[in-house]
């Protein structure tokens, strides 16, 4: 029988067996042959052999047994030191190979389906390629649409599962597909951006995703997608084409379209009352992108692709440079007249009517552009309604076109709305002519007349357009004809009340896919219930003549409330519709707004059927302010019914108002029209 002494010996010498072992003998519990750096057992069973301190120690054996233990490896140290580098080695390619593999886990996460990709570059080619912002090529998105980059992939998903139906959130998201979607495109866009990958597709997907934050609310994150766009197009010199030479056609073409792009997008958003343009329009000398059209008809590239500093043509010279150019010329007129109208008061500068004053210089730029605009693009010449119904394969260029038209007629609606002449008049010395004042009012009824002209077109045509900066240019129009729902001339009124509704009515449809106008449906139907406040903004709403019974003057310019000027400035200030900084209320309370809009949904990624917004607006809304008085618009009651036109060469209301003169109506003599 063993002594007492012997076990402990003997549970000694095992103990200290198995702390001197290499680690996959401890973890299989076999004894191992004690050899290093690599022990005969692990040689034979083809595994990895290392030593190193992986085992838990019992706390009384290593007090006890520690000092001999630390005696007998003395001698080893070397050895043990290597071969823990060797077991920390072997960590760190474990813990690569576990990354890596986690990333590809991720990346197999975060890719979208070939088929479900293809669908979407479908809808976006449909709904919002050069609707107005040219960002690809058409030809390149056809080519890489089931193989899209990650960083184009997700952004360009997160902005087409608003229209889309096939749009669903990945099992598991916990989210509405847009905020999905928006989150990886960041986490992707994040990660290129800290490892300095500012490249093409970061500038496309940057694009997108700023286009997504205005819409949710987040504009202070698109203000800086755009700077950051910017001033990376400007260090890479892609504004001026420099290194060009080693590009190909197809790569040069994708540098002019994105940079284009962002030309448009800073002039549609930044300059408003808090920002400026980040690039003025002199930093960009680059040719404008070529059209969409088939390699075959295109002709000499410099010859076709204009800038936007190029002089004025000869005399009867018509050069066709594309209906993009066209659109980018525009946007050039856009930014000058939004700089002009949110600027400060100057107490310096020349009267709006003189020669040489600003608002001359943005007219004769507006008149300007007309001579380069080429007969194949006019109005007449188009044959829109016709050719929407009749010619799917147009729709890309209907498309472009038509956003041609809104901005045409925008400028003039931004530059003689009446707040507009309202605020820069009432600050100036001296009298006022009063022809101006005239030709004021004219443009301002007659170009926002057209806006809602071509949202009637569209309807007809079972033809949409969806980016919420052409919602933003109804809203002006909008603006303008609630002036004329309150004019004394019944008939003037109920145009002025059609027109309006029209408006409204798409402003709603929109605010079905997109937050932000939500917002800004909510502030004109607040600014309706508002105008009984004021009244009129025109100094002489009613003479159409010019003959006024005193000289105007700047005392005795129309006012407006401090409360209802704001909102005038929020209505008119595109990016503050963005802003996540002030509660956002999507539907007007019933208190306080005459006019009702149909719900809001909690998220806008619903698709409606088109037009089915404007029909529940129309059921619900009220008429406004009454010609003959209150009690004549009543709640639910459609004011065109009470009025009996006959027909002037045609049928509806403006062919029915032979009193009036040519410039107010839509007959066979068309005013001011491309």
Known sequence: MSAPNDNYAIHKVSLKRTRQACGPCRRKKARCPGEKPVCSLCQRLGQRCGYGPQAPQNRTGRSRSSPTIAQEQEPNEPVASN????????AERFARIEDRLDKMASIMQSS??????????ETYLTHFHDQPYCVFTKDWLLNQESALPLEIAFPLVALTSRLSRRSPSPVGSGGPPTKYYAGKAWDILSQQYRTGKLGLSFLQGTFLMALVDF??????????????????????????DKYISSLTSAETAERRRITWAYFMLDRSYNASRDYSLCLSDKHFTIL??????????????????GTLHDGPGKQGEKVDQGILACLLRLYSIWGKATEYVFAPFDKTALPPWQTGSAM???????MQFETRFADTHRYINVEFTRRAREEPQSRSYLSTWMCVQFLFHSIHCLLHHPFVMMVKLRKMDGNIPATFLQKSYESSLIHSRWIARFIREMAESDFHLYDPFIGYLCAIAATIQLEHT??????????GSADFRTLVDYLTDLSTHWENMGVLVTRVNELASRQKNYKSLYYNQDGYSGA???????????RMSAADEALMWDILDFGSSSTSTEPVELAPSQDHVMMSTSHFPEHFLNPVTPGQGRQSSLASLPQMMSPMG???GSLGLDPMAEWSFSTRNGDGLDAALPELPDWMVFGGYVSEQL
């Open 548 to 558: 006024l019974s005193r000289m105007p003057t700047p005392s005795n310019i129309p």
């Open 112 to 121: 979208l389906p070939p088929d479900f990709l293809k669908s979407e570059v």
């Open 83 to 90: 071969g823990n580098r060797m077991e920390l080695s072997s």
């Open 630 to 632: 209150p009690e004549q």
């Open 360 to 366: 001359a210089a943005l007219e004769s730029d507006w």
């Open 288 to 305: 404008f992108p070529a059209p969409d059209t088939p390699p075959s008809i295109r002709i000499e590239e410099r010859q076709m692709c």
């Open 215 to 240: 819409a949710d609310g987040q504009s202070p994150r698109g203000y800086t997608s755009i700077a950051i766009g910017l001033r990376t197009i400007q260090s890479a010199g892609l504004n001026k």
């Open 486 to 495: 309150a004019s004394k001339t019944p008939q003037i009124a109920q145009m």
